[in-house]
T-cell receptor, first 115, second 111 residues
Framework: DSGVTQTPKHLITATGQRVTLRCSPR?????VYWYQQSLDQGLQFLIQ???????AKGNILERFSAQQFPDLHSELNLSSLELGDSALYFC??????????????FGSGTQLSVL | GQNIDQPTEMTATEGAIVQINCTYQ??????LFWYQQHAGEAPTFLSY????GLEEKGRFSSFLSRSKGYSYLLLKELQMKDSASYLC????????????FGSGTRLSIRP
């Protein structure tokens, strides 16, 4: 158990809908990262927050948004869902933001299926 | 941006040794990570290299050559449970907060 909690584990929804994925980082970690992993694809970086502030952004679609709250949990909002958004969404946390040897601890992921 | 290359798939025999290679762009290098990911599960940290040379950790070792933009993960005494994807990752030179992963190498172990 990495200590990173993601909910829900599975989400099935229809095209055009909006969903919210939730992540609680490990105790003491200030950074939260979101990654998308499609079938047989690598981990695609979406966005990173550190202590409530956005620090880095990847190729995140405009239909997607995220935030990190004062209690350090984070939410990823996906709207106007399309079939291609079906993927495993991982949250990861680390203590700091860009420390060289800082490793990421991953949650178990949310499997999103858009039908 | 960063471009990371790894073989897509590899097969090895139980008890043997396998080497998984990874190449990356050298400009702005700031450390390289290896993660293991079993199918449908979360990636877990295996190793970190920032200086040239070999880092050994039990059955797993990781090597780095910064001048060549090259790393490998060496797995010894392979066990069936080592069947997994192995992901190479580096920090994006344009934004150190961003950790970029390769597509991963799917390793299958046969008895």
């Amino acid at each position: 158990d990495s200590g990173v909690t993601q909910t829900p584990k599975h989400l099935i929804t229809a095209t055009g809908q909006r969903v919210t994925l939730r992540c609680s980082p490990r105790s003491g970690d200030l950074s939260v990262y979101w990654y998308q992993q499609s079938l047989d694809q690598g981990l695609q970086f979406l966005i990173q927050y550190y202590n409530g502030e956005e620090r880095a952004k990847g190729n995140i679609l405009e239909r997607f948004s995220a935030q990190q709250f004062p209690d350090l949990h984070s939410e990823l909002n996906l709207s106007s869902l399309e079939l291609g958004d079906s993927a495993l969404y991982f949250c990861a946390s680390s203590v700091g933001s860009a420390g060289r040897d800082e490793k990421l601890f991953f949650g178990s992921g949310t499997q999103l299926s858009v039908l | 941006g960063q471009n990371i290359d790894q073989p897509t798939e590899m097969t090895a025999t139980e008890g043997a040794i396998v080497q998984i290679n990874c190449t990356y762009q050298t400009s702005g290098f700031n450390g390289l990570f290896w993660y293991q990911q079993h199918a449908g599960e979360a990636p877990t940290f295996l190793s970190y290299n920032v200086l040239d040379g070999l880092e050994e950790k039990g059955r797993f070792s990781s090597f780095l050559s910064r001048s060549k933009g090259y790393s490998y993960l060496l797995l010894k005494e392979l066990q069936m449970k080592d069947s997994a994807s192995y992901l190479c990752a580096v920090r994006d030179p344009s934004s150190a907060s961003k950790i970029i992963f390769g597509s991963g190498t799917r390793l299958s172990i046969r008895p």
